[in-house]
């Protein structure tokens, strides 16, 4: 079975901390996804990763940032958190580029700036 | 804009009872319709993904259509449970790697 781990179920942080939160996938996929989902929205896409150190912007990159040092692990940066940006964030890997193919979700990280 | 719409946003229903959720979309192009089940709290879990030339895909209990000419779906829940009591997700893919979600229809099935 594919596994998505995310470092932590929820986080509390103060505004204008730094925040980074962690995904790692365990079924060696190329891809891997950033979304934050808020109620009343569906998902949407901060950040896509399609290879180690590559990235694209998502829909709403602004005031995040990514990182991907190894294929694994697949980091989202809050550079400085604001009350706005309390979500749920939720990583996603899938093993080729196209939407044909499955993502598989992580449990999500319910983030809280105070 | 690429919109999907679903409906009812929520619903209750009787342990053992059938029920249908609906997905409109004017997603263009068109590749794919995903239907996932999220639990609170939880990230979603796939339950069918259809192309084009399907009309129709079942997993257990779960049966969902697809009519690309007027570009709506269904889901179709068969006996329900209570474990069935979740948020369901209709995503259509369109380009690249991209996907456009809907807002959900959560789902409580009672005693």
């Known amino acids: 079975d594919v596994k998505v781990t995310q470092s932590s179920r929820y986080l509390v942080k103060r505004t204008g901390e730094k925040v980074f939160l962690e995904c790692v996938q365990d079924?060696?996929?190329?891809?891997m996804f950033w979304y934050r989902q808020d109620p009343g929205l569906g998902l949407r896409l901060i950040y896509f990763?399609?290879?180690?150190?590559?990235?694209e912007k998502g829909d709403i990159p602004e005031g995040y940032s990514v990182s991907r040092e190894k294929k694994e692990r697949f980091s989202l940066i809050l550079e400085s958190a604001s009350t706005n940006q309390t979500s749920m964030y939720l990583c996603?890997?899938?093993?080729?580029?196209?939407?044909?193919?499955?993502?598989?979700f992580g449990p999500g990280t319910r983030l809280t700036v105070t | 804009k690429n919109q999907v719409e679903q409906s009812p946003q929520s619903l209750i229903i009787l342990e053992g009872k059938n029920c249908t959720l609906q997905?409109?979309?004017?997603?263009?192009?068109?590749?794919?319709l995903r239907w996932y089940k999220q639990d609170t709290g939880r990230g979603p879990v796939s339950l069918t993904i259809?192309?084009?030339?399907?009309n129709t895909k079942s997993n257990g209990r779960y049966t969902a259509t697809l009519d690309a000419d007027t570009k709506q779906s269904s889901l179709h829940i068969t006996a329900s449970q209570l474990s069935d009591s979740a948020s369901y997700i209709c995503?259509?893919?369109?380009?690249?790697?991209?996907?456009?979600f809907g807002k959900g229809t959560s789902l409580l099935v009672t005693p």
């Open positions: 996603a890997s899938s093993p080729q580029t196209g939407s044909s193919y499955e993502q598989y």
């Open positions: 079924m060696d996929h190329e891809n």
């Open positions: 990763s399609y290879d180690v150190k590559m990235k």
């Open positions: 997905c409109n979309y004017t997603v263009s192009p068109f590749s794919n």
């Open positions: 259809m192309t084009f030339s399907e």
């Open positions: 995503v259509v893919g369109y380009s690249g790697y991209a996907l456009n």
